[in-house]
């Protein structure tokens, strides 16, 4: 059970890290370094989600 709230937290901080992007990119225009610093903590995440989707699969609590 713990497992599938890292993974709903994880996804969550990915949506909210892509809107924060996104809104970055409109009010900046990409001049700044915040929309690169969003993508690298999404990228991160998404990793992490990665991680703990294989290891989900792998324990067999999901699937």
């Known amino acids: 059970m713990l497992l599938k709230v890292l993974i709903a937290l ?3 901080a990915m949506l909210s890290s892509l809107a924060a992007g996104a ?5 900046d225009g990409g001049q700044s370094r915040r929309l ?3 993508l ?3 990228v991160a995440l998404a990793a992490t989600l990665l991680a703990l989707l ?5 324990l ?3 699937g």
């Open 36 to 38: 690169l610093v969003s």
């Open 10 to 12: 994880v996804f969550l």
């Open 54 to 58: 294989f290891y989900g699969f792998y």
């Open 60 to 62: 067999g609590t999901l």
């Open 23 to 27: 809104g970055f990119l409109l009010k």
């Open 40 to 42: 690298k903590l999404r």
